[in-house]
């Protein structure tokens, strides 16, 4: 076959697939008709059979480049459907099954990342207790202040969070969104072959620990937990299990075994985003607490109740979750 | 899964891929350029949106005026988390929906797909633009890291693009500047028909495996041949293929040797 002849028998097919790419392209597919939808795919797969045919028959690299642009643009068209779909129930499966049995499978990274809390958070707090002058140089001057204006005040009108009841949906919706954002960054640094992870879990720790501190030698330390105990074991755990992730995806890094770095990276990375959508569940229960709970009049022991209850529940929703749909079928992603 | 090396020169690298129907399609990968452009509409974008959303926020504070201190944190608070809401959905969302591409892509006409050519699953349209506060860093530079990185590797991926398998690729559908015209006759002197573009640039890639004595006269015929009907002359017949090979039209020579004596 000559190659003036076959450009220009199917010159016509080939403006007409641009012209319905040009408009999918800029304005979207639905602003195509279901009738130029459909000749968009006829015209996509005759435009493949041309690349092919242009190959076979060795011509010119303009003319294969031409044809192979317009069936990259129609093939990105035409495939594009893949991202949709079934979304509610793909969601409800990661929780149920996916979400913990990752969990449960890389329960060291988690256990890492609460030990790099944990210990600083102790150590601070062994650190600054009874040094007034260290722990404002760590913490800084407003919890001091605020500790201490709070002791001033008579026992039953103290509250370490004193807010009239319409902010506390913006307050609630607030930290939701900011746990969520420090939690995933948590998780992101750990391409940082897991040092970000590690540093921004450390300063939690020793955030935390600094406050216990300074409330603790105030005398209102009391005030403290008591606002922490509903909310705050959710929402750590939760950060842990992120964070773990995280360092999980640094790990890979590392250590890739026997895939490239670029492969191991990936697939970890794809894996790590059914701990993200688990943590993102767990942290909006935890802001839903922190911001209409915690800050209540609730007695003390309700919401060490509840916060003994969410914590539970996550628990035995890592070691269980998951457990029938186990085996060799299931699919793990 | 192997993965498939991109080739092809330094400034224009592929991602071959085999379609459904067993096509081989060659993707244009985005260069660093055209990438930046599309993220500086989408941050110009971001900016009116954000102008918007700040107005709004200004006018809850003088209605509700916050008095105490606890307060003004919670109304801080929210909207930290509010931008950070409206950065991901914006991102996130318009990737999602329009199936790897933001504002500033289609613009472009760019597109972030899986590095297997396929259409990038949701979870990896998450996880690329979670990892966009990794690549914006350091704040005072922007992309400071995903810029270094994209320099760095052969596919301008960005960390957020090797943890999420993605490569983004260029979808221009219009033709190349070096293609012939589907009637050769529409414009003399233009441009080399597709039969004669297809006879130089084959000339030009096997002129080294012939001897000189048949090269010399496999390029006069074709030369003669060429010339004849653009009107041109030439001195050198193999400097003359050679030129027109590397995408001179018949009207640049003729410019440039001005009309035949």
Known sequence: MREDRFVEERAVRWAELRDLLGRAQTRGIRSLSGREARRLGVLYRAATTDLAEARTFRFSEATVQHVNRLCVAAHGVVYAGGTRGRVMQRLADTLAVTFPRLVRRTWRFHAVAAAAVLLPLAATWIALAGDPDLAERAVGGAARARAERLAALPAESRRYLDLPDPWLPVLSWGIMANNIRVTLMGFAFGVTAGVGTLALLAYQGVHIGGLLAVFHDAGVGDLLWTFMAAHGPLELTAIFVACGAGMRLGLSLLIPGRRSRAAAFRDVGRESVALLVGTSAMLVAAGLIEGFLSPSDAPAPVKWAVGAATFALAVAWFVLGGRRADGPAADPA | ?261
């Open chain 2, 1 to 261: 899964m192997s993965e498939p090396e991109p080739h092809g020169s330094l400034l224009e690298q592929r991602l071959e891929i085999e379609t459904p129907e067993r096509v081989r399609i060659a993707h244009d990968l985005a260069g660093i350029g055209s990438r930046f452009a599309a993220g500086a509409i989408d941050v110009f974008l971001l900016t009116l949106v954000f102008g918007v959303l700040f107005v709004i926020v200004a006018v809850a504070y003088g209605v509700a005026r916050p008095r105490t201190e606890e307060a003004q944190m919670a109304l801080g608070i929210a909207v930290v988390g509010g931008y950070f809401a409206a950065l991901s959905a914006y991102y996130i969302g318009f990737e999602w929906a329009w199936s790897g591409q933001t504002p500033g892509k289609r613009m472009l006409k760019l597109r972030a797909v899986s590095q297997d050519g396929g259409p990038a699953p949701a979870s990896a349209i998450f996880l690329r633009n979670l990892l966009r506060i990794v690549d914006i860093l350091p704040g005072v530079a922007p992309y400071g890291v995903g810029g270094v990185v994209m320099f760095a590797n052969a596919r301008a991926k960005r960390v957020g693009d090797f943890v999420a398998g993605t490569v983004v690729v260029r979808e221009r559908a219009e033709a190349p500047t070096a293609f012939a015209p589907a009637d050769p006759s529409a414009l003399p002197g233009d441009a080399l028909s597709a039969s004669d573009l297809a006879r130089v640039r084959a000339f030009a890639s096997r002129s080294r495996q012939m001897t000189a004595a048949s090269r010399r006269d496999v390029a006069h015929r074709i030369a003669e041949e060429i010339a004849a009907r653009h009107g041109l002359a030439f001195a050198d017949a193999e400097e003359f293929l050679r030129v027109l090979a590397r995408g001179r039209t018949p009207r640049e020579l003729r410019d440039a040797q001005g009309p035949r004596a």
